[in-house]
């Protein structure tokens, strides 16, 4: 009887070391996946670090900084200075270019919203160069207009978008706006000077008249009037602007229409110079804008005196 009952218990004692194998084998089949999910978690969390790292240094250089606000206005957000290396801003370098932060980079659009308060009159005044309504109006640029007791020659300049710091990226001067000459007529050329940041002298933003009605151009120093780096044409008054390279047969690199009385959308396109046209757009208004009940400005009839040169002593300062 007791040999039947050892034997009888025996199958139970078997089972269980028969258990302990079968988990043995199975956890031995899922040991690779294990092993390879584990590697695949460890990458992972690798590759997160290492963006981390590079996201928070690039935002310890450039936060803050007017750069970096400008280029959160480009079509696609975050790009750094590196994406302007293509082809619309290396043919940019290859002419004179007034500020090289404004290059507009290769494959993205500028969109800015621009007031409109500059007008022909001697003004103090400053205002905001923002982004288009689908980014929030976020400020890119100042505009400041110093006129009237203002230290050196009177201008218009672009300023960096920092509360904190009054950086002056480029300008125009208008002291030639107020020197009037007897037996002037609206068809007489006006011009205006550009400087870079520190007073550099960029080149000059002169009318042309035409057949068609009056134009305006850009040109470098030493000035060739054969050979424009951007022409304005279109309705000034209503602020419907097309801006070329070169001449009038030119690529199309920015245009400007009224979204109401006081404000202009402007689209620059890729490689264009930002610095240029914005300070071009604004000089237009300068020149021939007057308020209301005062001497109306159009295409095709402007009333603007021709000036010289601005006294030499008289270089505005950065």
Known sequence: AGKGKAAASSPRSVARPSSTVEVGRQTRRLLPALIVAGLAGTILVFILLILHQRFYQGNAATGGSAGHKLEAAWTTQAKTREVAQSSA???AKDRRVLVDRLIVPDRKR???L????????????GFDITSGHHRGRSQLMKVRALEVSQEGAARVQLEVADQTSSEVLACFTTEELWEERPGATPDDEVSVSLYGAGGAVFGRFISVPTERGVMYQVFAEPVRMDSPLYTFTG???EHSIRVTE???DGRLVASSESQDEDVAQVKMEPGADAGVILLGLLAIDKIQRYRQGRTPASTFSMPVFAGGAPPAEKSPRA
């Open 235 to 237: 309705d000034f008054a």
């Open 89 to 91: 801003s290396r043919q």
């Open 114 to 125: 621009l007031e409109r308060r500059l007008y022909r009159e001697r003004q103090n005044v």
């Open 246 to 248: 070169r001449g009038l």
């Open 110 to 112: 500028l969109v800015v």
